[in-house]
């Protein structure tokens, strides 16, 4: 079986500064795989390569063993990889339902048609409610996005980035900005979403990192310095020292 996303000795300069410098990566289907690094490592970056932001500068990216590298990020999308982007998908002054039903109606390919037929619309209808429970905002259906609680946005943010049935998702710093009780919440609902999806994150809170995911990657200055399950990720001395530090010693 193919890897859901392959990295195949991609780097990425700016320049002349190499950001990105030789990363390989294979996650598996259903895995769920944290990217962990020191400020500057080139984890946004990363992620910006994937998801075709930005194209690298040498080097392949495989979606279920198809080439995704210079693909634009919307043919990426249709693929089956979504990338949440923290708020900016969310619009304020529609419902939750109402974005929900945005996302779906696009991923159902609707574009505007006055012809479009009923009963596909009932269908969206359906998928959004079935997508609003799923992310637990049911209770809030005909709440304005834009007075619901950060935590809560985030969520919806995270039901539009799955709207539109990617198998793979990139989530960016998922409990940014968030209290102990909404990271809480938030990793429940990962958790919930990432069943039967392959999901890959960056997040800088490692109680989350160690607790959510299946394995963890180690972003310094640009390569991967190592690649593994949390336990043997927390006992690595390289790892220790580059980044780790005391944090999540043993
Ligand atoms: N468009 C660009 N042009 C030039 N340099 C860039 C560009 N984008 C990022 N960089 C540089 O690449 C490096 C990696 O940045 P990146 O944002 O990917 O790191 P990061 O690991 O996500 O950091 P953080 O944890 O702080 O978010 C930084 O030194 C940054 O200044």
């Known amino acids: 079986m193919n890897p859901a996303l392959e990295l195949t000795g991609l780097t990425k300069a700016f320049g002349l500064a190499q ?5 390989s990566l294979e996650v598996a289907a259903g895995e769920r795989h944290a990217i962990i690094g020191p400020n ?5 970056t990363l ?8 194209r690298p500068t040498s080097g392949e990216i495989r979606l279920d063993g198809r080439r995704i590298d210079g693909l634009e990020p919307f043919e990426i999308y249709r693929r089956g990889l979504a ?8 619009f304020p002054k529609l419902t939750v ?17 006055f012809w479009r037929p009923v009963e596909r619309l009932r269908d969206a209808r359906e998928k959004t ?13 005909n709440v304005l996005a834009g007075v619901l609680s950060y935590a809560e946005q985030r969520a919806l943010e995270i039901g539009v980035t799955i709207a539109g049935g990617a198998k793979v998702i990139l989530l960016d710093e998922p409990t940014a900005g968030m209290n102990a009780a909404e990271s809480a919440h938030a990793v429940a609902l990962i958790r919930k979403v990432a069943a039967g999806r392959t999901l890959i994150m960056v997040e800088h809170d490692m109680g989350i990192v160690f607790d959510l995911a299946d394995r963890i990657s180690v972003l310094v200055y640009g390569r991967i310095v190592a690649s593994d399950t949390p336990e043997r990720i927390r006992a690595n ?11 999540a010693g043993p």
């Open 19 to 23: 950001i990105i410098r030789g990363v």
């Open 40 to 44: 500057g490592a080139g984890k946004s």
């Open 47 to 54: 992620f910006h390569l994937i998801s075709g932001r930005i």
């Open 83 to 90: 990338r949440s982007f923290q708020i900016t998908n969310v």
């Open 97 to 113: 339902f109402e974005n929900l039903r945005c996302a779906t109606l696009w991923s159902l390919g609707y574009r505007y048609d």
């Open 129 to 141: 409610d079935r997508l609003m429970e799923e992310i637990g905002l049911g209770p809030r259906r």
């Open 237 to 247: 001395a390289e790892v220790q020292e580059a980044y780790l530090g005391q944090a």
